[in-house]
């Protein structure tokens, strides 16, 4: 195939990404003479669009865990797709929870809850959902993680 973006054909046949996306033209060159010998040479193309696709994934870390009470924790849940994934969701125990500053980023999106102080109630079951779609189809990807708040109990 020949494009007219010789550039990005040269990374195409590298490895595919997003900076791909695009349409190409192929062309067949086929050589056709007459019995008298004359050059009847003919080509044909066809033009096809790449687009890259990626379903989101979702990591979520915690600063620390165990953490101990009266320190600071944050969570931090990070969805990468392509198309780009909208703003992921956090839950405690199946309860929504507001992210603490928001999310950053387009087709990496970044999210962090700050407990500070970390207190005992903190502690739980946390789950980050992120999703992106791709040909009208919702593709979900989902992160856990279990949170435990530790020291000393006040009398």
């Known amino acids: 195939c020949n494009t007219t973006d010789k550039t990005n054909y040269e990374s195409l046949s590298k490895g595919f990404s997003s900076t791909n996306n695009g349409q190409y033209t192929c062309t067949v060159q086929t050589r056709w003479y007459k019995t008298d010998g004359t050059d009847m040479g003919t080509s044909s193309s066809d ?16 600063s620390s865990n165990p953490a101990n009470k009266d320190d600071s924790v944050t ?19 199946g309860s929504p929870i507001n992210w603490t500053n928001g999310c950053s980023g387009t087709n990496i999106k970044k999210c962090t ?41 006040e009398v």
């Open 47 to 62: 033009r096809i669009t790449l687009t890259y696709v990626k379903e989101s994934t979702t990591v979520l870390t915690a």
């Open 113 to 153: 809850k700050m407990f500070s102080p970390a207190r005992y109630s903190d502690s739980g079951d946390y789950k980050c959902e992120g999703s992106n779609t791709i040909d009208g189809v919702e593709k979900p990807s989902i992160a856990d993680l279990s949170l435990t708040i530790v020291g000393d109990v």
């Open 75 to 93: 969570l931090t849940c990070v969805v990468e797709g392509y198309p780009a994934p909208g703003q992921p969701t956090l839950e405690k125990s």
